[in-house]
């Protein structure tokens, strides 16, 4: 399924780019590339997470690396695999939205 790419307000989707013969595809393909690379660590946070390795332990390691209050890296963590469904639109999800 195709991602929608967003900039300036405007959501494309992939496959339909060529429609839009005023779209920046310098533009494009940065926000191509940003997006991929958000679904990128939220697949690599999700395979981290369920690696085997407790949550604690990754916790912990990372604290002692980079000093950060546990708090704190446990809500990055948290967020991580999240980052795709957070930031990407689907394509169909105005349609969905507008449906109901």
Do not use: W
């Not at 950060?68 to 394509?91: A, M, R, T």
């Amino acid at each position: 399924m195709p991602l929608c790419f967003c900039f300036n307000s405007n959501c494309i989707r992939e496959n339909q780019v060529e429609r839009y013969a005023d779209v920046d595809l310098d533009k494009l393909a940065a926000t191509k590339e940003i997006a991929e690379n958000i679904v990128q660590i939220s697949e690599a946070a999700n395979r981290l997470l369920s690696s085997g390795l407790k949550k604690r332990a990754l916790i912990v390691l990372i604290k002692d690396e980079i000093k950060v209050p546990l708090h704190q890296i446990e809500k990055v963590l948290d967020i991580l695999p999240l980052l795709s469904d957070l930031y990407l639109e689907k394509p169909n999800a105005k349609a969905s939205k507008g449906r109901s």
